[in-house]
T-cell receptor
Framework: NAGVTQTPKFRVLKTGQSMTLLCAQD?????MYWYRQDPGMGLRLIHY???????AKGEVPDGYNVSRLKKQNFLLGLESAAPSQTSVYFC????????????FGPGTRLTVT | TQLLEQSPQFLSIQEGENLTVYCNSS?????LQWYRQEPGEGPVLLVT?????EVKKLKRLTFQFGDARKDSSLHITAAQPGDTGLYLC?????????????FGTGTLLAVQP
């Protein structure tokens, strides 16, 4: 049982380049989330999904797109990377229902130059 | 807008000392969670509190949810180097079906041997 996995672990992009971050979970969770973590700001929600084929905007969605074609996978895309998107990105998942416990992946460190 | 403020932001103490971390908000939450994050890893859940005034103990860690469900505290007794890490509080909101969490700004704890 791998839990939540993220690929890649590290990436360096040049301004204007695009990339996709992959999140996979093997716990049959309905809900999945993408966060970014910046110093002194905790975790901020980018986009989330409450089920296969559904996505919604979070607190800081600009410059990002997401897709949830399969229940176990949640993809985060950057179409035209900007230096302001330099951050550590975390994916999380949880069960449907009243429990708010979230299970996190190990993160992806992205640098945009 | 950061709805959950944590204090202190940084804390460096000697092994064996006691400490308290605070998580404050002007908003009411249906539940409050505490996570610990170690360098290079994702946050891991420590505890969830759901009732105003609730106190939970986890070995040397004591968690309390404020009576009005707007704040929480984490007290560590006789801190050990293994307690070093970033502590994050996270609030869950009533209503909706998204299980979204609002994360605090974080407290970085360093316990020196």
């Amino acid at each position: 049982n791998a839990g939540v996995t993220q690929t890649p672990k590290f990436r360096v992009l040049k301004t204007g380049q695009s990339m996709t971050l992959l999140c996979a979970q093997d716990m049959n969770h309905e809900y999945m989330y993408w966060y970014r973590q910046d110093p002194g700001m905790g975790l901020r929600l980018i986009h989330y999904s409450v089920g296969e084929g559904t996505t919604a905007k979070g607190e800081v969605p600009d410059g990002y797109n997401v897709s949830r074609l399969k229940k176990q996978n949640f993809l985060l895309g950057l179409e035209s990377a900007a230096p302001s998107q330099t951050s550590v990105y975390f994916c999380a998942s949880t069960y449907q229902g009243k429990s708010y416990e979230q299970y996190f992946g190990p993160g992806t460190r992205l640098t945009v130059t | 807008t950061q709805l959950l403020e944590q204090s202190p932001q940084f804390l460096s103490i000697q092994e064996g000392e006691n400490l308290t971390v605070y998580c404050n908000s002007s908003s009411v939450f249906s539940s409050l969670q505490w996570y610990r994050q170690e360098p290079g890893e994702g946050p891991v859940l420590l505890v969830t509190v759901v009732t105003g005034g609730e106190v939970k103990k986890l070995k040397r860690l004591t968690f309390q949810f404020g009576d009005a469900r707007k704040d929480s505290s984490l007290h560590i007794t006789a801190a050990q180097p293994g307690d070093t890490g970033l502590y994050l509080c996270a609030g869950g909101r009533y209503g909706g079906a998204t299980n979204k969490l609002i994360f605090g700004t974080g407290t970085l704890l360093a316990v020196q041997p």
